[in-house]
């Protein structure tokens, strides 16, 4: 262990269950008090009032970052029917309400309009940036801007309870940049009333589970301590989906050099068969992660070699 408020060298994936009402940058700095990384990052932000999975990389792992960030997520979250908010979520302001409950035969015969690749507007509260500066704080200042719609991939949308006449209960799985903000107020405009979240939680990120997750609570009760070093998840954690590509050592060192490996020759066909030209591949040597490679015109090119 290094000495007290000294960084260390710790190389992983925390997953943070992130307490309601604290934002992804404080859980981060809560957490770098305690392990003292030298580096630290996190693999999505999530919102003060929601909570769940917050992976937070350590190390090394900060250089797999958007291999967890361009992965799929999960949510569950509880839409309010009747009442838009300037936030799209329930720290907003009320600005428009509706007498309108859609029935659940109605509510299930939207929700193909909003699976798949669909158009989404990011909610004015956002932290999109218009012209430089964010459109939380241009929306904070009331100015007059806009926010273009993007496209984003919903996978699935399952209504799973109307726990009363005020809400509906949804799962989502989705790729990157998709608001769930936007989701419920789109669905309220969809149904013919006006909606927004009330409880959002993340289940899932990339490959990092609720399985994975440890309370800020409890690792904080462990302060700075063997017991809470092991919490930590191994950096190849993150690279589950990546395909993975046994090297030599004499081929591991090349790369870690920054030179690319050659796999023109017939003695390496099989290992590159599945590989399309321009894949990006997890190089391990001896089951110990190397780098994160691409295969390119019949080699293997470095792209983030992995110090470990």
């Known amino acids: 262990?290094?000495?007290?408020?000294?960084?260390?060298?710790?190389?992983?994936?925390?997953?943070?269950?992130?307490?309601?009402?604290?934002?992804?940058?404080?859980v981060v700095g809560r957490v770098r008090r305690i392990l003292?990384?030298?580096?630290?990052?996190?693999?999505?932000?999530?919102?003060?009032?929601?909570?769940?999975l917050l992976p937070i990389a350590?190390?090394?792992?900060?250089?797999?970052?958007?291999?967890?960030?361009?992965?799929?997520?999960?949510?569950?979250?509880t839409l309010r029917w009747g009442q838009a908010t300037e936030t799209d979520d329930a720290e907003g302001a009320v600005?428009?309400?509706s007498d309108r409950r859609p029935e659940i035969a109605a509510i299930e015969a939207v929700l193909p309009d909003f699976t798949g690749?669909?158009?989404?507007?990011?909610?004015?509260?956002?932290?999109i940036k218009v012209g430089g500066r964010r459109a939380y704080d241009l929306a904070r200042a009331q100015a007059d801007f806009?926010?273009?719609?993007r496209t984003v991939t919903v996978y699935k949308l399952t209504l799973k309870e109307l726990p009363d006449r005020d809400h509906a209960v949804f799962e989502v799985v989705c790729g990157k940049g998709t608001y769930m903000r936007s989701l419920a107020r789109d669905l309220g405009r969809a149904t013919g009333t006006v909606a927004h979240i009330t409880d959002l939680r993340r289940l899932t990120v990339g490959p990092f589970t609720e399985d994975d997750a440890i309370?800020?609570?409890?690792?904080?009760?462990?302060?700075?301590?063997?017991?809470?070093?092991?919490?930590?998840?191994?950096?190849?954690?993150?690279l589950d989906d990546i395909p993975?590509?046994?090297?030599?050592?004499?081929?591991?060192?090349?790369?870690?050099?920054?030179?690319?490996?050659?796999?023109?020759?017939?003695?390496?066909?099989?290992?590159?068969?599945?590989?399309?030209?321009?894949?990006?591949?997890?190089?391990?040597?001896?089951?110990?992660?190397?780098?994160?490679?691409?295969?390119?015109?019949?080699?293997?090119?470095?792209?983030r070699v992995l110090n470990l």
């Open 244 to 303: 993975a590509l046994a090297l030599s050592e004499t081929e591991a060192n090349r790369l870690r050099c920054g030179q690319a490996v050659s796999m023109v020759a017939r003695a390496h066909r099989d290992r590159i068969r599945d590989l399309r030209n321009g894949a990006i591949v997890f190089a391990t040597s001896g089951g110990k992660p190397v780098a994160l490679a691409r295969y390119e015109a019949g080699g293997i090119h470095p792209v």
């Open 215 to 238: 309370s800020l609570e409890s690792l904080e009760s462990m302060g700075h301590s063997p017991a809470a070093l092991e919490q930590v998840l191994p950096v190849e954690t993150a």
């Open 146 to 149: 806009e926010l273009k719609a």
């Open 95 to 97: 600005i428009e309400e």
């Open 36 to 52: 003292r990384p030298r580096k630290v990052g996190h693999g999505g932000t999530l919102d003060p009032l929601a909570t769940g």
């Open 58 to 77: 350590m190390g090394e792992a900060t250089k797999t970052v958007s291999y967890v960030m361009d992965g799929r997520k999960s949510y569950r979250f």
């Open 117 to 127: 690749e669909i158009e989404q507007i990011p909610p004015l509260y956002s932290a």
């Open 1 to 26: 262990m290094a000495a007290k408020g000294q960084a260390q060298a710790v190389n992983g994936w925390l997953v943070v269950d992130k307490p309601l009402g604290i934002t992804s940058t404080q």
